[in-house]
């Protein structure tokens, strides 16, 4: 199994800002994966993050609002750009070899 | 990826067996079912996963149909701690790009003293 960590655990910021949430994980993987999990809701894959190459977004997500970077196999980041109170949320990263493992996520309060 | 159907809510009696049922009639052969929970806010966490075999681990049991159409998980004796939302998820094996998964609403689960 893979262990993985996030910072920051929460944090509460002002619209217009940015906030970028770190990602690590105990063992070198391919892959990591973003998920946003807004109040009530499930979990919405954000984006793909593949090391060495660009990040790969679902459909309603974009680079310039959730830019994303995979600088090594073992930690990736992501930016909440501009925030709105519409990006509050629950961020979460994962990974795994073959069994995705998930951090304990970000959650996220925009003002 | 199959789609998944879970009953929205369960209830369940503290020591007693927890069975949660999945449809998935549309999951194809190259397909894994694979079962997470999320407790309260946190991250979900990983239960068990199949591909037709059933399979047991410390945490629970999975029994798939001879079919595959649908599935069972099975917490042998539930505690006040597996209150959580379940979430019964198909993907295809292996380590590529289509390794991404796809949450639906899921079981809310609430294991009653």
């Known amino acids: 199994s893979a262990v993985i960590s996030q910072k920051p655990s929460r944090d509460i910021c002002q619209r217009g800002t940015s906030l970028t949430i770190q990602c690590q994980v105990d063992?070198?993987?391919?892959?990591m994966f973003w998920y946003r999990q807004q109040p009530g809701q499930s979990l919405t894959l954000i984006a793909t993050a593949n090391q060495g190459s660009e990040a790969t977004y679902e459909s309603g997500f974009v680079i310039d609002k959730f830019p994303i970077s995979r600088p090594n196999l073992t930690f990736s980041t992501l930016t909440v750009s501009n925030m709105s109170p519409e990006d509050s949320s629950i961020y979460l990263c994962?990974?795994?070899?073959?069994?995705?493992?998930f951090g304990p996520g970000t959650r996220l309060t925009v003002l | 990826d199959a789609k998944t159907t879970q009953p929205p809510s369960m209830d369940c009696a503290e020591g007693r067996a927890a069975n949660l049922p999945c449809n998935h009639s549309?999951?194809?052969?190259?397909?894994?079912v694979y079962w997470y929970r999320q407790i309260h806010s946190q991250g979900p966490q990983y239960i068990i996963h199949?591909?037709?075999n059933n399979e047991t681990n410390e945490m629970a049991s999975l029994i798939i149909t001879e079919d595959r159409k649908s599935s069972t998980l099975i917490l042998p004796h539930a505690t006040l701690r597996d209150t959580a939302v379940y979430y019964c998820?198909?993907?295809?094996?292996?380590?590529?790009?289509?390794?991404?998964?796809?949450f639906g609403k899921g079981t809310l689960l609430t294991v009653n003293p």
């Open positions: 199949g591909l037709k």
């Open positions: 063992s070198q993987v391919t892959m």
């Open positions: 994962s990974a795994g070899l073959d069994t995705q493992y």
């Open positions: 998820i198909v993907r295809v094996a292996g380590r590529g790009s289509n390794y991404k998964l796809t």
């Open positions: 549309t999951i194809s052969g190259n397909e894994y």
